[in-house]
C-alpha cells in the first residue's frame, strides 16, 4: 500500500541532518561504498544500450566521484558537473579527479586527451539545481534521490535542465530497504529510526507527472550481510546512511531500548550472519518534445513531406 500525504509528512526528512551525515562521513565513505559501487557498475551496463550522444552530463548526488571516470571514459568529449549536497563530500571528489588526472599525466598524452574536460564540482540540492534550463543532455543519479525531501521537486527540476530527447537514468532506494533494522527498533519504541523511502510506482507516476516520456522502472532486492550488528550500524554511519527523518528522537535513545533492538537483530540471524536487505530502484526516461505552450495551448508540429 502507497503511505498517504499524511504519512508522507510524518516521514519527511531533515535536510539539514541529511547534508551534516554526509559531510561527517566523506572521510569513511569509500570504505563502506559496497553496495553503491555494485549498483553504479550495474547502472554503467545500461549505458552500452543506450544510444546517446550527450555534450553535457550531470552526476547528481556525485558522493566522491566514482562515477566521474566512468563517464569521461564512456563519453571522452562531454562536461560533467559533479553536483553534491555535501560540500566535504564534493572537496573528496576534487582531489581523487585531480590525483587520478596526475596519474594519467605520467602515462601518455593519448591517455590524457580521453578526457579533456575537468568536470565542474557544484555544491547544491538537487530540488533546486543552479543550473540553466535545457543545458545538460543526460542525468545521471546512483543511489542519491533517497536522501531528497522534495522527490517531485527534484524529478521537476532533472525536467528543466534536461534537452528535449535527454535522458535521466536514476537507482534508489525503495520501502523494503533496510527492513530488518525498521523492525528491530520498532521493537524498543514508535519512533522513526530508519529514514523512509519511496514506492517505485510513485516515482514512475512522478516522472510522468514532471513531463518524462515512457519511464521505465526495474526493482531488484540485493541482500547484505553482517557478522553482528555493530558492523551494520558502523558502516551505515561510514557511509552517512543515518536516520534523517524530521520526526526522529533528538534524545538518548536510552540502554534499555537499544538493548532490545539490537536483540532484536540477533533474533534476525540467518546462517550466523545479520541481513540488511536493500530494495535498489533502477528508472530511466526520456524528455519529450513540449506538447503544450506554457500557456496551456497545445502545440502543432507540421512537417514537410517527403517527395
Not at 539539514?16 to 554503467?44: C, K, N
Not at 562536461?79 to 601518455?108: F, K, P
Not at 536510552?254 to 540471524?269: C, F, H, P, S, Y
Request: charged share 25%; aromatic share 6%.
Amino acid at each position: 500500500m502507497r503511505p498517504d500525504a499524511t504519512e508522507r509528512t510524518a516521514d519527511a526528512l531533515d535536510p539539514r541532518a541529511v547534508r551534516r551525515s554526509f559531510a561527517r562521513a566523506a572521510a569513511t565513505y569509500d570504505s563502506a561504498a559496497v553496495l553503491q559501487r555494485e549498483i553504479g557498475a550495474r547502472m554503467a551496463e545500461r549505458l552500452e544500450v543506450v544510444r546517446i550522444a550527450p555534450t553535457a552530463i550531470l552526476d547528481a548526488g556525485c558522493g566522491t566521484g566514482d562515477a566521474l571516470p566512468v563517464l569521461a571514459q564512456r563519453y571522452p568529449a562531454a562536461q560533467r558537473i559533479a553536483l553534491d549536497v555535501a560540500h566535504a563530500m564534493l572537496a573528496l571528489a576534487r582531489e581523487r579527479h585531480a590525483a587520478r588526472r596526475s596519474g594519467l599525466a605520467r602515462v601518455t598524452a593519448a591517455f590524457r586527451r580521453r578526457e579533456a574536460e575537468a568536470p565542474w564540482f557544484v555544491c547544491a540540492d538537487i530540488a533546486s539545481l543552479p543550473l540553466a534550463s535545457r543545458s545538460v543532455d543526460l542525468v545521471w543519479s546512483n543511489l542519491a534521490l533517497q536522501w531528497v525531501n522534495d522527490l517531485p521537486a527534484a524529478i521537476a527540476e532533472l525536467h528543466r535542465v534536461l534537452r528535449v530527447e535527454g535522458l535521466v537514468m536514476f537507482s534508489t532506494l525503495g520501502p523494503d530497504t533496510l527492513q530488518e533494522l525498521r523492525r528491530a527498533f520498532r521493537v524498543a519504541d514508535e519512533r522513526p529510526h530508519v529514514s523512509r523511502f519511496v514506492d517505485m510506482h510513485d516515482i514512475g507516476d512522478m516522472l510522468v507527472h514532471a513531463g518524462f516520456a515512457d519511464p521505465v522502472m526495474h526493482m531488484e532486492r540485493v541482500t547484505m550481510t553482517y557478522a553482528d550488528p555493530a558492523a551494520m550500524l558502523r558502516d551505515l554511519k561510514n557511509l552517512g546512511a543515518t536516520n534523517a527523518a524530521q520526526a526522529r528522537s533528538r534524545g538518548l535513545f536510552g540502554r534499555e531500548r537499544w538493548q532490545k533492538a539490537i536483540a532484536a537483530l540477533e533474533a534476525m540471524r540467518v546462517d550466523g550472519r545479520i541481513p540488511a536487505t536493500f530494495e535498489v530502484v533502477y528508472g530511466h526516461a526520456w524528455k519529450a518534445a513540449p506538447s503544450r505552450t506554457a500557456e496551456g495551448h497545445p502545440i502543432v508540429r507540421v512537417q514537410r513531406a517527403a517527395r
